[in-house]
């Protein structure tokens, strides 16, 4: 079977053309980040959708268009799951900072998972954290409303709640051919329905339910859009 989650923003389905567009404009250097006192990208939305997944590729993207070089990066990944050990945590992001990246962008990288998570308390350190030159940092909640507003004041904010169902659809169908599997559209749209635009719903009920084919019938060639 091969791998079913997205490999590159190419592969990725967003929420609408407006994140779609954020992610062009960063990517592409239009939006100058990280400036102006942004340093961080904040991914929300419900579970599910990809935040932490993109998290990764958009770092190892973001990395290529800074430097050039395309060469396996490896941001810190910082769980905010335990909010007591996030002060230590930040000490030793500090401390990473202050030394010259071995990046060829001199950026270092860091991705803090799930910060709806984090005290208050906690999430003010964070926020200064982030006042720190020379980094990208990517958040994920799945609860904006959750979040210190000063913090979020330093964070381009992306919306990642579940897509247009047409979206997931064609991209189902596409993880279903690369696996010499069919399923009936009306069948991928009644798992869809069921999902809440989870993709961790959507992939192994697909899987399961669809039949393996080397040539699926000539009228479901077509992606319906």
């Given at each position: ?6 490999q590159?923003?190419?592969?990725m389905v967003?929420?609408?053309?407006t994140a779609e567009n954020?992610i ?6 239009r939006?100058?980040f990280p400036?102006s006192?942004?340093t961080?990208?904040?991914f ?6 990809g935040k ?7 770092c190892?993207?973001f990395?290529l268009?800074k ?7 490896s941001p810190?990944?910082?769980?905010c ?7 230590e945590?930040?000490?030793t992001?500090t401390?990473?900072?202050?030394y ?7 950026l ?6 799930e ?6 308390d906690?999430q ?8 720190t030159p020379?980094?990208v940092?990517?958040?994920t909640?799945?609860y904006?409303?959750?979040l210190?507003k000063?913090?979020l004041?330093r964070?381009?904010?992306?919306n990642?709640n579940a ?8 991209r189902?169908?596409?993880?279903l051919?690369?696996?010499g599997?069919?399923l009936?559209?009306?069948e991928?749209?009644?798992i869809?329905?069921?999902s809440?635009g989870s993709?961790?719903e959507i992939v ?14 000539s009228?479901?060639l077509?992606i319906?859009?």
């Amino acid at each position: 079977m091969t791998n079913t989650a997205p490999q590159s923003t190419a592969e990725m389905v967003f929420a609408n053309k407006t994140a779609e567009n954020q992610i062009d404009a960063l990517l592409s250097g239009r939006y100058p980040f990280p400036e102006s006192g942004k340093t961080a990208l904040c991914f929300y939305g419900t579970y599910g959708t990809g935040k932490t997944t993109y998290a990764h590729i958009f770092c190892r993207e973001f990395e290529l268009k800074k430097s050039g070089e395309e060469i396996e990066i490896s941001p810190k990944l910082v769980s905010c799951q335990k909010t007591e050990s996030i002060r230590e945590i930040l000490k030793t992001c500090t401390a990473q900072a202050k030394y010259v990246s071995c990046n060829a962008s001199s950026l270092h990288y860091f991705i803090f998972d799930e910060v709806d998570n984090l005290t208050d308390d906690a999430q003010r350190a964070l926020k200064a954290f982030l006042n720190t030159p020379n980094i990208v940092c990517v958040l994920t909640t799945n609860y904006l409303d959750k979040l210190d507003k000063g913090m979020l004041s330093r964070c381009v904010k992306v919306n990642f709640n579940a897509a247009d169902p047409k979206a997931i659809r064609a991209r189902t169908q596409q993880i279903l051919r690369d696996n010499g599997r069919y399923l009936d559209t009306d069948e991928i749209d009644e798992i869809i329905r069921n999902s809440d635009g989870s993709w961790r719903e959507i992939v192994p009920m697909a899987l399961m339910l669809a039949e393996p084919t080397t040539h699926p019938p000539s009228s479901t060639l077509r992606i319906v859009k």
